[in-house]
């Protein structure tokens, strides 16, 4: 089945601890992305990759790392959380269509809570 | 920059109520207009995507139209499975391959 997979899909944690959210996609998709999504904000696109080694800053980069060693994979990294990183979190990815259209598949969501 | 603006925030009706939701957009030149559903928790499922004015879509009780300036869905006697929130994107034409969502609505349709 062709899905975006990401993990955790809940998780708590507290200020300063680092941590990672994995996603990955079984589509071949070129590009991926991450969002946030906070009630009253809609999605808000924190970071996008176009291929692999390739990636770039979205809406709200700031407390996020990034990287993509593989077409696959996009893990979400926070150095150091704090409480306004609490949110739902998407991954999504697409391949890249004739007409240029990024039609976006999404993960499930991982919802983080930073105490 | 892009801008999109969905209106209203949250609509409700009553099985067999036929209405329309809004999405008005700004974009120097439009690649694609996009509607997804999100259940709640769940991550957004595309729908549509519509490529210039006068574009026509359908599914089911869903149809999507668009002009120079806006978007409806339209959702004809629809049932409370089609409880949901309904987000629009817009992609430009100017080379970013970065679609802009607005903030959805929020739709209840009571039995």
């Known amino acids: 089945e062709a899905q975006v997979t990401q993990n955790p899909r809940y998780l708590i944690t507290v200020t300063g601890k680092k941590l990672t959210v994995t996603c990955s996609q079984n589509m071949n998709h070129e590009y991926m992305s991450w969002y946030r999504q906070d009630p009253g904000l809609g999605l808000r696109q924190i970071y996008y990759?176009?291929?692999?080694?390739?990636?770039d800053k979205g809406d709200v980069p700031e407390g996020y790392k990034v990287s993509r060693k593989e077409k696959r994979n996009f893990p979400l990294i926070l150095e150091s959380p704090s409480p306004n990183q609490t949110s739902l979190y998407f991954c999504a990815s697409s391949h890249y269509t004739p007409s240029g259209a990024n039609v976006l598949t999404f993960g499930a969501g991982s919802r983080l809570t930073v105490l | 920059e892009d801008q999109v603006t969905q209106s209203p925030e949250a609509l409700r009706l009553q099985e067999g109520e036929s209405s329309s939701l809004n999405c008005s957009y700004t974009v120097s030149g439009l690649r694609g207009l996009f509607w997804y559903r999100q259940d709640p928790g769940k991550g957004p499922e595309f729908l549509f995507t519509l490529y210039s004015a006068g574009e026509e879509k359908e599914k089911e009780r869903l149809k999507a139209t668009l002009t120079k300036k806006e978007s409806f869905l339209h959702i004809t006697a629809p049932k409370p499975e089609d409880s949901a929130t309904y987000l629009c994107?817009?992609?430009?034409?100017?080379?970013?391959?970065?679609?802009?969502f607005g903030r959805g609505t929020s739709l209840i349709v009571h039995p």
């Open positions: 994107a817009v992609q430009g034409a100017g080379g970013s391959y970065i679609p802009t």
């Open positions: 990759s176009m291929n692999v080694e390739v990636t």
